[in-house]
């Protein structure tokens, strides 16, 4: 099948509406399924690279290691399988728009793949140094930090996933402006609320109660909305 055939506009009754979206999240978990065994065929390698901050990992139950090793791959396959996730959910958006509209919106699936592993990239390299610091070095000398594999893993990803998410914000308010539900002018009288919004759910998503490390996840979130603003004002002209 055609790209063009693929993306055929045609009108749709409610139950295939519904068929056209159970196929996409069948297709969309057979990737994840595919990628999270690809995954746990490296799992030691990946592990080596996640657990590489640490020093000493231990894990206090006969079974935690295994589980938290299902989690990692499950979370990896997810990173592998995204291009293929984020292509599913851009073929079954894309019969609501006009061909215009499709022109414009045709760079989702690459957008949002490279801003959801910026995301995940800055948070590794960044955030996640910082709050593993402030937390390992809180009580001081005296005190030395027996982390699990469980809770250093829990851990890392509670901090680095959602950054992902967030890295995407600008592909959902383009997506919103295409559709005609927002303008810049409303993003604009927003943009003092969203400033407040961006560093409470900062301090909601990051675990660490430390400034620096929630003002690096607002700051990006703030800089996204502000791009996504002047992209829907001065190139969709809305």
């Not at 396959?77 to 919106?105: C, D, H, T």
């Not at 660490?208 to 490390?213: A, E, F, Q, S, Y």
């Amino acid at each position: 099948m055609s790209v063009s055939d693929d993306y055929e506009m045609k009108e749709m009754t409610l139950t295939e509406h519904l068929g056209e979206l159970r196929s996409r999240l069948l297709k969309s978990l057979a990737a994840l399924t595919m990628c999270t065994v690809i995954s746990w065929a490296f799992i030691d390698g990946i592990m080596a690279f996640l657990t590489a901050p640490a020093e000493n990992l231990y894990y206090m139950r006969p079974a935690e290691a295994f589980f938290i090793y299902l989690k990692v791959a499950l979370a990896a396959g997810m990173l592998l399988a995204s291009p293929i996730l984020f292509y599913q959910l851009w073929a079954f958006l894309v019969p609501a728009f006009s061909n215009q509209e499709r022109k414009i919106l045709l760079p989702f699936v690459v957008f949002s793949v490279l801003l959801f592993w910026s995301g995940i990239l800055f948070s590794y390299y960044f955030v996640f140094p910082q709050g593993l610091s402030f937390f390992t070095t809180f009580a001081g000398a005296r005190v030395v930090p027996l982390l699990s594999i469980e809770s250093y893993l829990d851990f890392f990803l509670m901090l680095v996933l959602p950054f992902g998410f967030i890295f995407d914000l600008p592909m959902a308010l383009i997506t919103l402006a295409v559709m005609g539900v927002i303008r810049s002018r409303q993003l604009l009288r927003g943009r003092r609320y969203m400033i407040l919004a961006a560093f409470i759910l900062a301090g909601i998503i990051t675990p660490t109660p430390d400034v620096v490390t929630q003002t690096l996840l607002a700051v990006p979130m703030i800089i996204l909305y502000e791009g996504s603003r002047l992209f829907i004002r001065y190139i969709l002209k809305k």
